[in-house]
């Protein structure tokens, strides 16, 4: 499949960020789909931490991507104990 798989995971010092618990959603993607993130990181709301596609990695709060979440695999349990301020890594990695 050409796209992306997209994850998004809790920064906490509770919770490992490579561990399945730390997930709050994740989902597939054409190859347009990311270019939703292009105004948000002109505009400061996601910080492009960099990468090669394996995976290209950006750092934002919930507050800025709650409106971009796929709904069906938000992790219920796991969005209750975030706070909208709280530290989101998003990882896009390549599927070509």
């Known amino acids: 499949m050409l796209g992306w798989t997209v994850f998004v995971k809790v920064v906490s010092d509770k919770l490992p960020i490579n561990d399945k618990q730390s997930t709050l959603s994740h989902w597939r993607c054409g190859i347009g789909e990311p270019e939703w993130l292009k105004p948000l990181v002109e505009s400061g709301e996601i910080i492009d931490l960099g990468g090669n596609g394996y995976p290209n990695n950006y750092s934002t709060t919930l507050e800025v991507l709650i409106p971009y979440l796929n709904q069906d ?24």
Do not use: A, Q
């Open 73 to 96: 695999t938000i992790n219920k349990d796991l969005i209750e104990s975030v706070g909208l301020k709280d530290s989101l890594l998003i990882e896009m990695w390549d599927m070509s």
